[in-house]
C-alpha cells in the first residue's frame, strides 16, 4: 500500500468520523492558531514600530545628561547639564556628525490670544536644524531660521491644535501670542504629525536663543540630537560622540548617548521576546492536542481489531499497517494545523480592517501580515506531534496476531 492510498483511507476514517475527529483536532488547531496569532500581532508590532522611528529619522542620535551613570564615589566634575556650548563642541570635535540641534523643554503653561486661551501646550525652545532631525513639515509659513536664532527674535512655530483653538479663522500667521512673561509672533504652522500615542498638534517652538537671553536665561539645554554625515555609520558617529564627552568630563560616565534605531532595536527584541515566550506557551497546547491524538488511535486500533486481522491474514505485512496507522495520525494533525492557519488568517484580515477603521495604533492601522513561516512551522510541528503520540497505538495495531485480531468481537 503506498503512502497516498493510506492518506485517502485517513481521510475516508475523517469523513466517517466527523465530530470524533474534529473533537480530537481541537488541541492542534487551537494551538496553530494561537502560535500564528501571536506571531503576526508580534510582526506587526515591529513593523509599526519600524514605520513610526523612520517617519522620525531612525539615524538620529539623542545625548542626554545622565550622572546617574557615573560610578559609586565619582562627581561630575562640576558639570550641572548640557548647554548650548556642548553642542558647538561636538560639531568642532567630531567630524563625523551632519548637524545638530538643542532642545529645551519649558515649563508648561497657558498660551494665549485676546481672550482664547490653551491650558496645555508643549513649549520648546529649539533652532534651525530641529525640524530636519524630528521629518517636521509646516502647512503654512516656515520653520524657524538661523536668522532668528542669530537675531534672538519673538518667533514662534505652532502646531495645528494650538492654531485651531487659538484662530477658529485658521488665520494665524502674523498674530501674537502671549505665554507669561513674554510675546511671540506666528510664522508657521507645523503638519500633524502622530508618533505612538504622542501629538505635535499642541507644540509651540521659539528660538533657543530668545528663550536663553529674553525669558529663562542660562544656556541650558535638556537634550541635544544630531546625526552622521552621508557615508558615516550610526555607530560609528556614537562611538566618537561618546569618546569626544568622555573627553569633555574627564572620563566621568555623566552622559547618555542613545539612537532611535538602537533604541528600535532593543524595543523589537522586546517584542520579539515577548511573542517567542508566548508563542510557546500558545504551543503546549499542541502537546494536549497530540494525547487527544493518541487517545483517539488507541480507540482506533481497538475498533478496527477484526479489520487489521483481516489484512495481515491477506498477506499485509507490519511495516504496512504501522505507516498506515501512522499516517492517520499524522493526517489528523496537519488538517487540524491547516484548521488552525486558516482561522489565524481570517483573524488578521478582521484585524487589519478594525485598526484600520479606528486608525489604531496610527492611522494604517496594524500591520498584520500572515506569517506563512511561522504557520507552516507550526503546522509540521503539529504533523510531527501526530507521528510521535501516533507512534505506539501504530505499534499496538502493527504487533496484532492475525489470528488473534480475527477472534476479537
Do not use: C
Amino acid at each position: 500500500m503506498s503512502l497516498w492510498q493510506s492518506f485517502l483511507i485517513a481521510l475516508g476514517m475523517l469523513r466517517l468520523h466527523k465530530l470524533r475527529a474534529f473533537l480530537t483536532m481541537l488541541g492542534v488547531i487551537i494551538g496553530v492558531m494561537s502560535v500564528s496569532i501571536i506571531v503576526m500581532v508580534s510582526y506587526g508590532f515591529q513593523s509599526y514600530m519600524t514605520g513610526e522611528f523612520q517617519r522620525l529619522g531612525s539615524d538620529t542620535i539623542l545625548i542626554f545628561y545622565d550622572p546617574g551613570r557615573r560610578e559609586r564615589g565619582a562627581t561630575v566634575g562640576g558639570i550641572e547639564g548640557l548647554t548650548m556650548g556642548d553642542v558647538d563642541y561636538l560639531m568642532e570635535r567630531v567630524q563625523s556628525l551632519d548637524i545638530a540641534s538643542a532642545i529645551l523643554q519649558l515649563p508648561q503653561m497657558p498660551v494665549t490670544y485676546l481672550d482664547r486661551e490653551i491650558t496645555n501646550p508643549r513649549l520648546f525652545a529649539t533652532d534651525e536644524n530641529f525640524p530636519e532631525l524630528n521629518r517636521l513639515s509646516v502647512i503654512e509659513g516656515r520653520h524657524l531660521t538661523r536668522q532668528d536664532l542669530d537675531g534672538k527674535a519673538n518667533v514662534a512655530v505652532v502646531g495645528e491644535e494650538v492654531r485651531d483653538r487659538l484662530f477658529p479663522d485658521k488665520r494665524a500667521l502674523g498674530k501674537y501670542i502671549s505665554l507669561k512673561g513674554i510675546t511671540l509672533e506666528i510664522v508657521g504652522v507645523l503638519e500633524r504629525l502622530d508618533i505612538m500615542g504622542e501629538t505635535n498638534a499642541r507644540d509651540v517652538l521659539m528660538p533657543i536663543s530668545t528663550a536663553h537671553s529674553k525669558y529663562i536665561g542660562g544656556d541650558r539645554v535638556m537634550f541635544i540630537t544630531t546625526r552622521p554625515r552621508e557615508g558615516v555609520s550610526v555607530k560609528q558617529a556614537m562611538d566618537e560622540v561618546w569618546q569626544a564627552l568622555m573627553l569633555r568630563s574627564d572620563n566621568r560616565r555623566i552622559y547618555r548617548v542613545d539612537s532611535r534605531e538602537s533604541i528600535l532595536a532593543v524595543m523589537g527584541t522586546i517584542i520579539g521576546v515577548a511573542g517567542a515566550i508566548l508563542a510557546a506557551i500558545a504551543a503546549l497546547s499542541l502537546l494536549v492536542g497530540g494525547i487527544g491524538i493518541m487517545n483517539i488511535m488507541l480507540v482506533s486500533v481497538t475498533e478496527r481489531t477484526r479489520e487489521i486481522g483481516l489484512r495481515k491474514a491477506v498477506g499485509a505485512k507490519t511495516g504496512t499497517v504501522l505507516v498506515q496507522f501512522l499516517v492517520e495520525s499524522a493526517t489528523l494533525s496537519v488538517v487540524g494545523g491547516l484548521i488552525g492557519m486558516g482561522i489565524a488568517y481570517l483573524f488578521g484580515q478582521g484585524l487589519a480592517l478594525l485598526t484600520a477603521a479606528t486608525s489604531w495604533p496610527s492611522k494604517g492601522g496594524l500591520p498584520a501580515t500572515f506569517p506563512y513561516y511561522a504557520a507552516l512551522a507550526a503546522v509540521g510541528f503539529s504533523a510531527l506531534i501526530g507521528v510521535v503520540f501516533g507512534l505506539y497505538p501504530a505499534v499496538r495495531a502493527a504487533k496484532l496476531s492475525p489470528i488473534e485480531a480475527l477472534r476479537s468481537e
